[in-house]
């Protein structure tokens, strides 16, 4: 069995659901994983705010998601739409009911509440476009097997209460089964996610769940890239990394897959292929295995939108254990992502993402007990293998803020 992903990126347009009957073509035994059409999950975290906030412009957003799809199905189906259009109806018959009713809870889980239309109407959508062009298929409702915990907005997979609900699922080795990535549902019944961009960690699980023999990640780009290429005019694709390479990557940033997407497939040694979607008959980066030493190209990670924090205690105590296990608790309660760390005697730095709702919550507290400082939109540069050269290439002209060095890589915030 196969696992394959196609993600946002690739469906913008219906004409791409006809890419994807090609890259399949003759394929059975597949399970393939979608996520949300284009940037629909961008969309409905609009929603989710406007529906908490009980602004007037919930129905006009839900109205702009819904005819989306409807066009988009539109187009996709052709004479067939009329047959099938009950499906999209209802699903967003559902979606309205919740945001008819006041809410109750967390963000997070309304959120994860809401947030999980987006491949509840892909995977309709994909299954029944390929239904009718005679590409059988089943599609799944992952809900029902990935079980997850109730981390909502970040949830992990519980691997052993979603392998006892797999045992009897995708059996058929005939067929082509469709179901949804980045979303499952906690031990109580709640619809859960697994963070932005998860839709690769669904399929790697599914791999990791079913011993599949490989998983296949169909990409915008064509492959892992050394550095972003719609930024950097210089970037080469990487015909292989190891697992190890792929995890640092993922984890310093390279949006290219989700940082929790490795660990599953490196325990059961399951090869990652990520691929073009453009040109998918051409060979992309394969992850796997890798014992010797890659010799690798400098490859850049950027994140963009970065705030420099800088704390030093009002008491004057030492930046050490106490301290920082009080700081990491409060970026802990606040869901700070943390991206980079340092520290002297009496004060300690942080970069961390730039976007998170709870910021001025987090400065409140923290001005309590600290001296507080910061900077926004600066970058944070990764670069793994470095080389003069390249550090020339990513810092000359820019203000460094905080720099680190270790053997293999160098990482500046920059302004
Ligand atoms: N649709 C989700 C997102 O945009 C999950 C994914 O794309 O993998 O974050
Ligand atoms: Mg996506």
Redesign the pocket.
Known sequence: MQIYKF??ASLKKAEALKTIIDIISDKKDLVIVV??IDK??NKLEKLVDAYLNNEPLKLEIFEKIKSFHINFAKSAFGVKYNEFEIGITNIFNQLKEILDLPSNTSYDEVYDSIACY??LLSSYILSTYLNINGVENSLVDIRNIIVTDSNFRDAKILWEESKALIKNKFLDNNKIYITQ??IGRDKFGKNTSLG?????YTASGLAYLLDAECVVIWKDVPGIMNADPSICNFAEKLDYLSFREAIELAFYGAKVI?PKTIKPLENKNIPLYVNSFVDYKKKGTEVKKIDYKLDLIPIYIFKANQILLSVSPKDFSFVVEENISKLFALFTQYKIKVNITQNSAISFSAAIDGNNRNFDKLIEDLSKEYFVKYNTDLQLVTIRYYTDDSIVKMTSGKRILLEQRSRTTARFVLQ
């Open positions: 993600g946002g996520s949300a629909t999950t987006g491949e990535g980045f932005r961009e998860g839709s690769d989700h």
